[in-house]
């Protein structure tokens, strides 16, 4: 028996509403992480994951999203108030073009994934090894190890790595520096920190956001190990200690020192597998300025 053409209407009738529905969702656009730079005193500010920043009708209320636009609900990343003052959140387009307009939010951007470049030798730099800063630099103890250069990098791998163990005539660590390291996954801290390598975290937020998914921990350490080699090399470049019979595969040997071999090191693992992205870096600026 045929279908009664009211049953088939109603059916086409159902199929368009639904079209039209995922049509108006499409339309509103999927969440991505935004930056939102703010002034100091907006009520954003206050918000943290432990008061109320996982609330999405919360933090809605604080950046004024009318009601067409509260759904789908903002999630809070970071809270940012020492490098800068400001917010990463998960948005709309439509929601972060309404943000961006509204009083005391200075800037919205969206957040981007940053590439690795390789590092480059002290001559790119037109640094001279027999006057400036380079000599200065090799012979300090004294001033120098009151400096901590923070790696914002692919974190590192101090493990029987002599350009990371503390000479001698470094003392205790700084009492201005409050930041320290922290144990997870494969990355022992206790074993690991010294007087020379101080500081060593990792930011991943703005990475599983933009993965949509955690990190796959059979293929990255979710710690500050690094497993690429480039936060390693570079924090070794920049102030490692000095390396006597250093080479290449036997080739090239000599003694291998950074820049300033004095300083302290504090590793800041912001970079992936898959990029660097703004809203991790900008958290590691954050706490490295604490």
Known sequence: MAMPIRRVLAAVLIVFVVAATAIAEEAKGAQSTYIVHLATGHPALTLSASRGGRNGALLGRVLQL????????????????????????RLTPAQAAHVAAQPGVLSVHRDEARQLHTTHTP?????SQTAGLLPAAAGAYGTASDVIVGVLDTGIYPIGRSSFAPAIALGPTPSSFSGGCVSAGAFNASAYCNTKLVGAKFFYKGYEAGLGHPIDETKES????????HGTHTASTAAGSAVPNAGLFDYARGQAVGMAPGARIAAYKICWSSGCYDSDILAAFDEGRR
Not at 69 to 88: D, M, W
Not at 123 to 127: D, G
């Open 222 to 229: 979710k710690s500050p190990l690094d497993t690429e080699g």
């Open 123 to 127: 001559a790119f730099l037109r640094l």
């Open 66 to 89: 009318p009601r067409d636009l509260q759904v789908p609900r903002p999630r809070l990343i970071y809270s940012y108030a020492h490098a800068a003052t400001g917010i990463a959140a």
